[in-house]
């Protein structure tokens, strides 16, 4: 039960340093208020297509290791409560 804990321990710092990295280097998505006064259009081709982009691969993978982190978090504190 140790090294299962200890792998654990190890991946979860993987995930955690790997989800730090992705959040800084992503992009800030709104526009803000300028967005709200020129009326910025949703349907264009860009926005239709934005999940094969590079920004929306690193938000999906962001997505995919909150996910993971918040799965081995419980994980572990079922591990330490046991």
Do not use: C, H, P
């Not at 992705?22 to 526009?31: F, G, H, M, S, V």
């Not at 910025?40 to 982190?69: A, C, D």
């Amino acid at each position: 039960m140790e090294i299962a804990k200890r792998i654990l321990i190890v991946i979860y710092f993987l995930v955690a340093f790997i989800l730090i990295i992705l959040a800084l280097i992503q992009t800030k998505e709104d526009a803000g208020l300028s967005s709200t006064i020129t009326g910025s259009s949703t349907s264009n081709f860009y926005e239709k297509n934005k999940g094969r982009t590079k920004e929306g691969k690193q938000k999906r993978w962001t997505i995919i290791l909150s996910v993971v982190f918040a799965i081995l978090t419980i994980s572990l504190g079922i591990l330490y409560m046991a």
